[in-house]
């Protein structure tokens, strides 16, 4: 009979009779509020998504907590979550929940893409996609102190990781149109790691010469985004500079309220705001929901839920862009509710 | 009738949006881009469902949901397609119930009769063909006590289970032969995979309704390697939800306990055959085949039928069948569909009608006809 004790999921997804499961990590700050917000919006547009809530936060933290939030993700096979604090001097645990959570998920590669509303203030017009390692780096989490005084951190890249990784950002250029991969590296610092990554994604490169490929040195990248971002197409980088990247493209595009982020394994799916802010300090009905439900319709599409994603988008499309209620990080008057308000609206109007 | 509709205007107006998406979610499933296959001339805020009207009572049973919708003023059309194993020249083609059920997502549907003896020789039957062409692989029977029911043959009150059978695998492999004059044998298929698949869906099932216990029901003390497989499946399966409690029963054992203490089951996971069994028994005790609704599951559609499959045909044209069964059915397939509060005045109704006890059925134990129950319920759609 074969002894696999753990099973392995033949059909990752909980749906029946034409309804899924997902589940649903509101975490810490503004996330519980800002997935109530997606409650409402799908409610409002009839999705048939059950949502299969997980306790799981700063007071919620132990690691049956953990465990059973983990649990939850590997029975739906889809999350989407708000941000978990990882508190730097945390009583619990020693690592970051959210870092642990993508590795034991192996949830590889993490995708950011930030392409500017018109009529929504930014600094430019943009249309990036960040692809990010997810899952090793400087995220590997070994830290030791050698001698009293002496600490050590190890990134760790291999080549089996950074294929995956250089494999899924050009099969994406490819399938999504786009002309110019740029691989962001440390290369002629870090020559044996950044320089395996780099020489990676050279050598994938080869195999889709339809695609243009560039590396860029990771400090240069960053005044090259602020200066003349235009170049930029998709960007494939290890972890800490896909971080530092993708948050300098968001404040480049209007800030962190707007823009969604996608985290993907061989398995598992997770959806979350961009930049996994959670917005500790922001009273109620302040922060933009915006991040939120972009991330709640790239579920939508992950699950071939177009209609419905279509339907949602086109509301917030028009909320932003025509009817122009913008919250205050957008230098609008706008609560948060007005916003969804005014997008659950758009969405019964339109059909 | 008049004053049956206005109630409803304000909900109408409320509910408008909600129908086209749902339809554009079966569409989905099949091919998510398109939207074709949609009958251009409805208007859009209406839902359309598969009917089959079945065999025996079926079709007055249909009739009386369908009456019941109408006064009501429920936005669903149904697209009824007749089909059956005992009148097969009538019968619309498999493939075309099977495309209907896939584009509509929910169906409606009847008892179909699987006589003993096939016309063409063929060893599955209908209803056979048509769960594997849909892959309907989920049947949940919620057998629960009906408040203030009293007839003789209900013994217990306060039953409260639900009944998960697997039913596409198992002893209805259809696959029996003669292999010595004398000797027939009968291939039970169990597969992991299909295991799996029912033990995670009894175990979402009870998650998502608040559900504390899973029993998974089998004979693996005597079928060893089949339901040994079933029950490790299940097993596996109990350990990715720490929340539920996992237990498992002997099917013998099961059948004793469910006549003697039907209060200790929560939700049952069983295979093909067993599971058709239990499904009878636990709906004898809350009032027989009349009175419990069910609901066949793929990934994709849905089927309402009764829980207890008989068709009556004794009581066929006689007007004294139990339509409380496939009223449930249909409360149940419009809270699916997302219709939550038509739902809730059709179930509203029977349960008012049932705990009133004036109009009973032959079944339950009164002398009323088809007729005057649907009547009865008619009139408390709107009492509330």
């Known amino acids: ?351 | 009738m008049a004053a049956i509709g206005r109630p409803l205007a304000g909900a109408l107006g409320r509910l408008t949006t909600q129908c086209i998406v749902q339809r554009s979610l079966h569409n989905a499933s099949a091919a998510p881009f398109s939207t074709h296959g949609l009958p251009a001339s409805k208007p859009e805020q209406r839902l359309t469902a598969t009917l089959i009207p079945g065999d025996g009572v079926g079709p007055e049973l249909c009739h009386v949901v369908m009456d019941v919708f109408k006064a009501a003023g429920i936005p669903v059309d149904f697209e009824q397609l007749y089909i059956s194993e005992i009148d097969p020249h009538r019968s619309e083609p498999l493939e075309t119930v099977v495309e209907s059920i896939k584009r509509n997502g929910i169906c409606l549907k009847g008892i179909l009769a699987s006589p003993e003896y096939n016309a063409d020789g063929e060893a599955k039957t209908l209803n056979m063909k048509l769960r594997d062409e849909l892959d309907l692989y989920a049947n949940v029977v919620h057998v629960k006590s009906l408040p203030g029911l009293k007839c003789n043959h209900v013994r217990h009150k306060n039953v409260d289970m639900i009944v998960i059978r697997e039913q596409t695998e198992g002893e209805y492999s259809a696959l029996e032969h003669e292999s010595v004059k004398g000797v027939v044998e009968c291939l039970k298929i169990t597969t992991r995979e299909k295991c799996n698949r029912i033990a995670k869906f009894a175990f979402d099932y009870a998650l998502k309704h608040g559900r504390k216990k899973v029993t998974a029901v089998h004979k693996a003390n005597i079928m060893k390697l089949g339901d040994g497989l079933f029950l490790k499946s299940c097993a596996d399966v109990a350990a990715m939800y720490p929340d539920i409690e996992f237990n498992n029963m002997i099917i013998d054992n099961c059948a004793m306990q469910l006549v003697s203490n039907p209060h200790q089951f929560d939700v049952m996971v069983l295979p093909n055959l067993y599971g058709n069994i239990v499904d009878n028994l636990a709906a004898g005790l809350v009032g027989g085949a009349g009175v419990v609704a069910g609901s066949s599951y793929s990934s994709h559609c849905v089927v309402f039928e009764q829980g207890a499959r008989h068709t009556f045909a004794e009581g066929m044209g006689k007007n004294v069948a139990n339509p409380t069964a496939m009223l449930l059915c249909s409360a149940n397939m419009l809270k699916h569909a997302g219709l939550d509060q038509y739902s809730a005045i059709i179930k509203g109704a029977v349960d008012k009608v049932i705990k009133a006890g004036k109009v009973k059925t032959r079944d339950i134990g009164g002398y009323s006809k088809t007729s005057e129950f649907e009547r009865a319920i008619i009139e408390n759609l709107h009492s509330g």
């Open chain 1, 1 to 351: 009979m074969g002894t696999e004790a753990s099973p392995k999921w033949e059909f990752p997804y909980a749906l029946y009779g034409g309804r899924h499961t997902v589940s649903l990590l509101s975490m810490d700050g503004i996330g519980p509020e800002m997935t109530s917000y997606v409650q409402e919006v799908f409610e409002a547009a009839k999705v048939p998504i059950e949502f299969e809530e997980v306790a799981l936060n700063k007071n919620f933290n132990s690691d049956v907590d953990f465990e059973r939030a983990l649990l939850s993700i590997r029975r739906n096979g889809i999350a989407l979550k708000g941000s978990l604090e990882s508190e730097y001097a945390s009583p619990f645990y020693s690592k970051s929940r959210n870092a642990v959570m993508r590795v034991e998920l192996d949830l590889f590669v993490n995708l950011f893409h930030c392409k500017t509303y018109p009529g929504v203030p930014a600094k430019h017009d943009l249309d990036i996609v960040v692809i990010r390692q997810n899952t090793e780096g400087e995220y590997a989490m070994i830290e030791h102190e050698t001698v009293p005084g002496v600490v050590e951190c190890i990134k760790v890249i291999t080549k089996e990781a950074s294929e995956k990784l250089g494999r899924f950002a050009f099969e994406f250029a490819v399938n999504n149109n786009r002309k110019k991969v740029t691989c962001v590296h440390k290369a002629n610092i870090q020559k044996q790691t950044d320089g395996l990554f780099m020489d990676t994604m050279k050598s994938l490169s080869k195999d889709y010469p339809s695609i243009a490929y560039h590396d860029m040195i990771v400090d240069n990248t960053c005044m090259q985004l602020v200066s003349n971002p235009g170049q930029f197409d998709v960007m494939v980088t290890p972890n800490l500079y896909g971080l530092c990247v993708q948050n300098v493209v968001s404040g480049l595009a209007g800030g962190p309220g707007l823009y969604s982020g996608k985290n993907f394994g061989d398995k598992y799916a997770v959806f979350e705001p961009g930049t996994r802010n959670t917005g500790t300090q922001l009273r109620p009905n302040v922060g933009n929901p915006i991040a939120m439900l972009n991330a709640s319709i790239d579920m939508l599409r992950h699950l071939r839920l177009h209609s419905y994603a279509q339907v949602i988008d086109d509301a917030i499309r028009r909320t932003l862009c025509v009817d122009k209620i913008h919250t205050q990080d957008l230098g609008g008057t706008a609560s948060s509710m007005d916003v969804v308000q005014n997008i659950i609206l758009n969405i019964r109007r339109s059909s």
